[in-house]
């Protein structure tokens, strides 16, 4: 984690970089008529079953506690949109950069971009969240 006076405007946020993987994608645990299974999600146009939301945000949330630390877990605030699907065993990397640090009683208020993309760069959940980090 980094410190309050290591933030600055513009700053690049540590990367964290995975694997996606989701278990019941491998067993197979969904309805046939699912997003998650190879077959329905080719049928609508994908080239294999989606990964579900909650595995990304899982990714996205070991990401923003890595940066804000307890000021994430204590009153951390996030809002992000999926903007293209991320399929089984793509490399991805959670990136994010500064863009906001207000004083605040007993530290300082952090605003970052970030995004969840995959090798080729192609970002596949763009956000904004917020924490404080203590002085």
């Known amino acids: 984690m980094v410190t309050l006076d290591d933030i600055t405007i513009g700053m690049e946020v540590p990367p964290v970089k995975k694997i996606a993987y989701q278990r019941a994608l491998d067993i197979g645990d969904f309805r046939e008529d699912s997003s998650h299974k190879d077959n329905y999600a080719q049928t609508k146009g994908y080239p294999a079953a989606l990964l579900s939301g909650y595995i990304l945000c899982g990714y996205i949330s070991e990401f923003l506690v890595n940066f804000f630390g307890a000021g ?61 980090i203590k002085a």
């Open 72 to 132: 994430w877990l204590k009153g951390g605030e996030v809002s992000l949109a999926f903007v293209k699907a991320v399929h089984q065993n793509y490399e991805i990397t959670i990136r994010g950069t500064v863009k906001g640090k207000k004083a605040v009683r007993g530290g300082a208020k952090v605003t970052i971009d970030f995004w969840l993309e995959s090798a080729g760069g192609t970002r596949h959940v763009v956000g904004e969240a917020s924490g404080t």
